[in-house]
């Protein structure tokens, strides 16, 4: 099975842009997480989609969105980018259970200048 | 809240020896999981280990061990043999229901030649 899928890799976006993000999990799985990694705050959870629904959200303000589409894709949107919004995003796609094993994509470097 | 302390920033090891990374965690439940996932240079987050913690034995995955102690909260891998491969920054995860994963700070592992 292909793996786990983010587009773009690379970003550089100017702060008050915004930007979508783009997931493609494993084949099969219904569970897309999003994380945000910074080296100031590590990793966050943003948030899980599950069948189109959100099953579960982070602490993060408004301006960060997402969604998932009937074929289990997801995207993440961010609004009024701002500095500290510069990250490396990553996926995380499951099959259900709560032993699931979720596996990650290669991420996508967000750069705002 | 759920919390995962690395309490290790930096480890080193040389090539064929043994090194264990700590891990420890609160929580006020009693069935969750537990993970170990490594980031090498590449940045792709590849799952190590799983602990399922209502199962008293010990996950084991080649080379790669955890020693679990549920009542101190522990959750320690232990990587034998160690291979430059090995080399990355590894970090363990804490996961209660959904597909949420709370992620410690990391600790970078350095394998000497």
């Known amino acids: 099975k292909a793996g786990v899928t983010q587009t773009p890799r690379y970003l550089i976006k100017t702060r008050g842009q915004q930007v979508t993000l783009s997931c493609s999990p494993i084949s099969g799985h219904r569970s897309v997480s999003w994380y945000q990694q910074t080296p100031g705050q590590g990793l966050q959870f943003l948030f899980e989609y599950f069948s189109e629904t959100q099953r579960n959200k982070g602490n993060f303000p408004g301006r960060f969105s997402g969604r998932q589409f009937s074929n289990s894709r997801s995207e993440m949107n961010v609004s009024t980018l701002e500095l500290g919004d510069s990250a490396l995003y990553l996926c995380?796609?499951?099959?259900?259970?709560?032993?699931?094993?979720?596996?990650f994509g290669p991420g996508t470097r967000l750069t705002v200048l | 809240a759920q919390t995962v302390t690395q309490s290790q920033p930096e480890m080193s090891v040389q090539e064929a020896e043994t090194v264990t990374l700590s891990c420890t965690y609160d929580t006020s439940e009693s069935d969750y999981y537990l993970f170990w996932y490594k980031q090498p240079p590449s940045r792709q987050m590849i799952l190590v280990i799983r602990?399922?913690?209502?199962?008293?034995q010990n996950a084991t995955e080649n080379r790669f061990s955890v020693n679990f102690q549920k009542a101190a909260k522990s959750f320690s891998l232990k990587i034998s043999d160690s291979q430059l491969g090995d080399a990355a920054m590894y970090f363990c995860?804490?996961?209660?229901?959904?597909?949420?994963?709370?992620f410690g700070a990391g600790t970078i592992l350095r394998v000497k030649s």
């Open positions: 602990q399922e913690a209502y199962k008293q």
């Open positions: 995860a804490y996961r209660k229901g959904g597909n949420k994963l709370v």
């Open positions: 995380a796609s499951s099959s259900d259970g709560p032993g699931a094993k979720q596996f």
